[in-house]
Every structure is written in structure tokens, then in C-alpha cells.
């Protein structure tokens, strides 16, 4: 069969995986009764729940007698170390823009890695039938970002079209018949070039790894396009380092190619094509696997380094190992190790005490969606708050920087910018009116001045305000940035917190916890109104006396506490506090729970 691979490049919820779902559709991927769950792309719970695509995919479809692999890449700069070698892969990329919000950061991050790898780019113009969509300012828009990213004349004559992903329809012009999605199909046959791999079909055998992952029947698979030659189940091949250092060898237990939404097995897998493989041990991504008789690596795209690091530690508060039932740290460990072995972007290392483990990785997003698979697998864990990494060059300090393009509201565009450029150390690089009463702002914020900005930016713009950050450069160290202004409230004492207390500690500040929670010494309850800390007692029942008047017992009626998700509990905190994480609850407590062990350790910083 004839082969095309292509990847679809968006930025989050520009409508990625719904085109997916529409063209797996049209091709007769499905059968005409079969289930198939909305977003059959997003595989596993978090990916449905918050709705953004984390783990890079393949599938394939029929169409017209040729086989199109198609990738469907995360939009996050978070899961970035997917994409980078995900494009190698594939011989162009779509790239799906929402016609109301224009190209956006993510979509810069995915399309700067495209055209850098000389791939020819056809533009989708999505959800075209939204009353705000200005689809020739959002194509105007896409030709400046090739140009301002360096695209050759040839990239820049990109074919475009205009299409609702939702209701399964993409035409050449905007009022075209509006039906289906064959002139799509069409355009990608003739856009994208076949394979160049076909012509080194009877070569000796070499595939590199791009992604990882592990099957609980199989074991370790790797999946790759395949560069030259043929490969079959049960022969032995070997795997290179990208140095060209033997490996391991292993013999090939399974090939698999994409079918539509599954994985099958084919009895050969020729150049050209996207397949999976299985049987080996040792070899991960990045890797070449070959015939015995090569001896050089294929050329591998190296992984951006990490920007942050958080620090996970065992649960040690007095409530630790009544939810989950993984709370040693060895356990924590495995574990840890098994996501640094399959995913690239995340860097683990042991602490001096053993007691807690370093993870770096892109942002806090790519930590949380961790963390949320761990608890969900019934681990107890102590999160840290997350430091930013730094690098030494000719004796200078460099820190990450972000850039950050922001849609407000024109009412809140002077406290934004002001957040921004003032405690942040931000500068501003760009900022214009985007239509319909909104500013658009674009400015380099250090990483670090970014932790916890988000929820402070949704207070600010009311809620309005879209944030994108993508990484931009090291620059030198940029001084001092404040962390959060407010102190928080403590308990002083264990046991169940009573609804009388927490009335009376409402003046003091927002709370956290509701009546009839348990509470620990050393545990954070709430934010005080003030900078500095505070211990309370939410146990303080009532004073009853023998005398009862009608009247003096009112009904106590609480303010309803604030529920942090993970996210924000971990960009909350500073730096001697935690996070204890259990399947059930996410609490914020000290690093130090007795009082007298806080004053100590702050006199020893002070």
C-alpha cells in the first residue's frame, strides 16, 4: 500500500483530537454500529478529564487505497519531550488553528520543531461556524509566524483549508458545500510526499525509537518509523546508544502496525512504515535498532532539559497510610524510576537522607498530571514546592525564562502587566489590541516568577484572562523574586475540627477545611489576613454553662472553605511547607509540624 505519515500539530483545545475522531470516522475505521467513546484518541482518564491530549499517538487510516498514519501530538509545552521526536517520524504536519484565537504559544513551540525539520505544513482553519471567528486574521497571523520562525519559501506556499472539526466538514473555501471531510484526505495525499524510506527498502534493517511505553502481556515496546530495510517477528537485531555503542541484542518477539484504534500484529514491517516492536530489554528511546551488521546510529534529536524540579517524599504526618497502600519509599522509587524510564522529559535522582526523591521536568503541569496518576494508584506522598533549575555558564548564573502571551479584558490589562513586570522581573515584549475589547500581551517572565501566578491571574481578570506560557531561553539570574505575601493559619492541636471554632477563626482569614475534618498539629487550615503565621486551635468547642437563655445559641453558619486541586496546592505553598497527597485528600501542612522545631530551624535561616 501506498503510505503517507503525517503529525497534527494544535494548541490545547484547538480541536485535535475531535478531527481525529471525525476522520477515523469517514474513512470506515468504525463499524456502522460500533461504541466508540467521544475523543477516542485521549486513552487514559486524565487525558478525558481535563480534555488535552499528554501521551503523543498514532493511528492509521484507509483512504482511497493508500494508508495514512497520523500522529496526534500533545499541545502542551509540559509534555514537549514527546513531540520533538515524535516529528521525526512523519513527512508533514497539519497544522489545526482555532480561526477566533489565532496561532497561540503552544503552536509556535510544535511548529518551530516542524519547520526546523524541513517538513511542508497544510494549515486547517478549525471551528470556522464560532459567531467570533476572524478566519483570514487567523490565517494572516499563521503566515507571520512561519515567516518570524524562519520558514523557506517553499513552507511559507502552505495549502490552506477552512473546517469545524465538530461537525466533520473542511473545504477550500469558507462557503464551501460543508460536508464531509474527503477534500481533507485528498489534499493530504497530494500535499505530503511519500515516504523517502521506500527507496532503501532491501537496505539492512534500522528503525529509531521515538516512543516507549510497556504492555502488561508483552513487556517493553518501542515504536519508530522504520528508515531502511525489513523487519520480521524472531529475528535478532540490535540496539545502538545515539554514540553508536552496542546495547543489547534481542530477538524480535512481536511487530505491530496501527489499524485504525488497535495495534496488530503483521508478519513484516517495511521502510516507510510507523510500527511497533517488541522483545527488547534495555534499548529506550532515542535508540537505533538494527540489523546485526550496522554500526551506526541514525541521527537523534536531543531532549530539551528540564526547568523544574519538585521533590517527593514519603507521608510522614500523624495521618499517614490511613488512605493508600503505597507509603514506603522504596515503593515511591520504583516507581519513580519506571516514569523516568518512559518518559524522557523527567529526570529522577536520590536525596542525601533516602527518604525523598528529586524529579525534574518541564512545568508544573507535567508534576501534577504525576502526581494525580500516582494517588490515583493509591500512593501517599509529601510534595515540596517546585525550585527552578539553573545552569552555570562562563561563571554566570542563568535561570529559565518563559514566554508568556496573555488575552485579557483591555479593563485588566494595567494590573496584568503590572503583576508581570513589577515583583515578577518580567519584561514586556509585545502588546496589541485582539479584537472584541481584548488586549493581547506577550512577555519573558522568569520560570520562577511564574509558580502560583496562575490562580492570582484568574482573581485578577475575573476570570476572563487566558494564559499561555511556552519555554523561551536561559538568561542571567534576575534577582530576587518575592514569594507569597499572605501567612498562613496552623492547628496547634489533633483531633476533629469544630464548626464553633472555625466561625470564630473566620475573621482571622479564608479557610481551608470544613467542620468535622480531622486536623493535625502543624497542619495549614487556612491563609491568614496577614503576612505573618499563625496557630490557631479549631477544636475550641463552646463554654456550656447551666443557664440557658432563648436566643443566645444561634446557628452557626460557615463560609464555605476553598478547595485547592493539586496544582494550585503545590504553586500555594512555600518553601517550609508541604503538600501531603493521599487518594483521598490533598492537604497543605509545615515541613516541621512542632512549633518549637519551626523556630529553631527559622533562627538556624535567619
Given at each position: 500500500?501506498?503510505?503517507?505519515?503525517?503529525?497534527?500539530?494544535?494548541?490545547?483545545?484547538?480541536?485535535?483530537?475531535?478531527?481525529?475522531?471525525?476522520?477515523?470516522?469517514?474513512?470506515?475505521?468504525?463499524?456502522?454500529?460500533?461504541?466508540?467513546?467521544?475523543?477516542a484518541m485521549d486513552s487514559n482518564?486524565?487525558?478525558?478529564?481535563?480534555?488535552?491530549?499528554?501521551?503523543?499517538?498514532?493511528?492509521?487510516?484507509?483512504?482511497?487505497?493508500?494508508?495514512?498514519?497520523?500522529?496526534?501530538?500533545?499541545?502542551?509545552?509540559?509534555?514537549?519531550?514527546?513531540?520533538?521526536?515524535?516529528?521525526?517520524?512523519v513527512d508533514g504536519v497539519l497544522l489545526l488553528?482555532?480561526?477566533?484565537?489565532?496561532?497561540?504559544?503552544?503552536?509556535?513551540?510544535?511548529?518551530?520543531?516542524?519547520?526546523?525539520?524541513?517538513?511542508?505544513?497544510?494549515?486547517?482553519?478549525?471551528?470556522?461556524?464560532?459567531?467570533?471567528?476572524?478566519?483570514?486574521?487567523?490565517?494572516?497571523?499563521?503566515?507571520?509566524?512561519?515567516?518570524?520562525?524562519?520558514?523557506?519559501?517553499?513552507?511559507?506556499?502552505?495549502p490552506h483549508m477552512y473546517a469545524s472539526g465538530r461537525s466533520g466538514w473542511a473545504d477550500h473555501e469558507l462557503d464551501g458545500p460543508r460536508k464531509d471531510l474527503h477534500a481533507l484526505f485528498d489534499l493530504i495525499l497530494d500535499h505530503v510526499p511519500a515516504p523517502r524510506q521506500l527507496a532503501h527498502v532491501d537496505e539492512p534493517f534500522r528503525m529509531l525509537a521515538t516512543t516507549l511505553s510497556a504492555d502488561p502481556f508483552i513487556g517493553r515496546i518501542l515504536t519508530g518509523r522504520i528508515e531502511s530495510g525489513r523487519v520480521r517477528p524472531g529475528e535478532t537485531i540490535k540496539a545502538l546508544t545515539r554514540n553508536g555503542e552496542e546495547l543489547e541484542r534481542f530477538r524480535v518477539s512481536k511487530v505491530l502496525a496501527f489499524?485504525?484504534?488497535?495495534?496488530?500484529?503483521?508478519?513484516?514491517?517495511?521502510?516507510?512504515?510507523?510500527?511497533?516492536?517488541?522483545?527488547?530489554?534495555?534499548?529506550?528511546?532515542?535508540?537505533?535498532?538494527?540489523?546485526?551488521?550496522?554500526?551506526?546510529?541514525?541521527?537523534?534529536?536531543?531532549?530539551?532539559?528540564?526547568?523544574?524540579?519538585?521533590?517527593?517524599g514519603i507521608n510522614d504526618s500523624p495521618m499517614a497510610g490511613r488512605d493508600g497502600k503505597k507509603v514506603q519509599s522504596r515503593v515511591i522509587r520504583e516507581r519513580l524510576m519506571k516514569e523516568a524510564e518512559l518518559n524522557v522529559a523527567i529526570r529522577v535522582t536520590d536525596t542525601p537522607g533516602g527518604e525523598a526523591f528529586?524529579?525534574?521536568?518541564?512545568?508544573?503541569?507535567?508534576?501534577?498530571?504525576?502526581?494525580?496518576n500516582m494517588r490515583r494508584e493509591g500512593f501517599e506522598l509529601s510534595i515540596?514546592?517546585?525550585?527552578?533549575?539553573?545552569?552555570?555558564?562562563?561563571?554566570?548564573?542563568?535561570?529559565?525564562?518563559?514566554?508568556?502571551?496573555?488575552d485579557v479584558d483591555d479593563e485588566y490589562s494595567g494590573v496584568v502587566i503590572e503583576k508581570l513586570t513589577g515583583p515578577r522581573r518580567g519584561e514586556v515584549a509585545e502588546m496589541r489590541p485582539a479584537g472584541a475589547g481584548k488586549t493581547r500581551i506577550i512577555a519573558h517572565v522568569p520560570s520562577r516568577g511564574l509558580i502560583g501566578y496562575h490562580g492570582e491571574f484568574l482573581t485578577d481578570t475575573r476570570?476572563?484572562?487566558?494564559?499561555?506560557?511556552?519555554?523561551?531561553?536561559?538568561?542571567?539570574?534576575?534577582?530576587?523574586?518575592?514569594?507569597?505575601?499572605?501567612?498562613?493559619?496552623?492547628?496547634?492541636?489533633?483531633?476533629?475540627?469544630?464548626?464553633?471554632a472555625l466561625f470564630n477563626l473566620e475573621d482571622r482569614g479564608r479557610l481551608f477545611i470544613g467542620a468535622q475534618e480531622p486536623v493535625y498539629e502543624g497542619m495549614i487550615i487556612g491563609e491568614h489576613s496577614r503576612d505573618n503565621d499563625l496557630e490557631v486551635n479549631p477544636l475550641k468547642g463552646k463554654k456550656l454553662t447551666n443557664i440557658r437563655a432563648s436566643g443566645?445559641?444561634?446557628?452557626?453558619?460557615?463560609?464555605?472553605?476553598?478547595?485547592?486541586?493539586?496544582?494550585?496546592?503545590?504553586?500555594?505553598i512555600d518553601d517550609d511547607e508541604l503538600v501531603e497527597v493521599t487518594p483521598s485528600a490533598i492537604r497543605l501542612r509545615k515541613r516541621f509540624l512542632d512549633p518549637h522545631e519551626r523556630k529553631r530551624q527559622s533562627r538556624a535561616a535567619g
Open positions: 500500500m501506498d503510505i503517507r505519515n503525517i503529525a497534527i500539530i494544535a494548541h490545547v483545545d484547538h480541536g485535535k483530537t475531535t478531527l481525529v475522531d471525525q476522520l477515523l470516522r469517514q474513512s470506515g475505521s468504525f463499524r456502522e454500529n460500533q461504541t466508540v467513546a467521544e475523543r482518564d486524565i487525558e478525558r478529564e481535563r480534555g488535552i491530549t499528554i501521551l503523543a499517538k498514532a493511528t492509521s487510516v484507509e483512504w482511497d487505497g493508500h494508508r495514512v498514519n497520523i500522529v496526534d501530538t500533545p499541545g502542551h509545552a509540559d509534555f514537549g519531550g514527546e513531540v520533538e521526536r515524535i516529528l521525526s517520524m488553528v482555532d480561526a477566533a484565537e489565532g496561532p497561540m504559544p503552544q503552536t509556535k513551540f510544535v511548529t518551530s520543531k516542524a519547520l526546523a525539520l524541513g517538513l511542508r505544513p497544510i494549515v486547517v482553519l478549525n471551528k470556522v461556524d464560532k459567531p467570533d471567528a476572524e478566519p483570514e486574521r487567523a490565517l494572516n497571523e499563521v503566515f507571520d509566524l512561519f515567516a518570524n520562525l524562519g520558514a523557506t519559501d517553499a513552507q511559507l506556499d502552505f489499524r485504525g484504534l488497535s495495534q496488530t500484529a503483521i508478519d513484516v514491517g517495511e521502510a516507510g512504515d510507523i510500527v511497533t516492536l517488541a522483545g527488547m530489554s534495555k534499548a529506550t528511546v532515542a535508540d537505533t535498532l538494527c540489523a546485526t551488521s550496522v554500526a551506526e546510529a541514525l541521527p537523534a534529536q536531543p531532549i530539551d532539559p528540564p526547568t523544574i524540579s519538585v521533590t517527593f528529586e524529579v525534574a521536568g518541564r512545568g508544573e503541569l507535567q508534576m501534577g498530571v504525576l502526581i494525580e515540596s514546592r517546585p525550585q527552578v533549575l539553573t545552569r552555570e555558564e562562563d561563571g554566570q548564573k542563568l535561570e529559565p525564562i518563559e514566554e508568556v502571551t496573555v476570570g476572563t484572562g487566558v494564559l499561555n506560557r511556552v519555554f523561551h531561553e536561559w538568561a542571567p539570574w534576575k534577582g530576587p523574586i518575592p514569594g507569597r505575601r499572605a501567612g498562613v493559619l496552623i492547628s496547634m492541636e489533633n483531633g476533629t475540627a469544630v464548626a464553633y443566645t445559641d444561634e446557628a452557626v453558619r460557615l463560609t464555605t472553605p476553598i478547595r485547592m486541586s493539586l496544582e494550585a496546592a503545590i504553586a500555594y
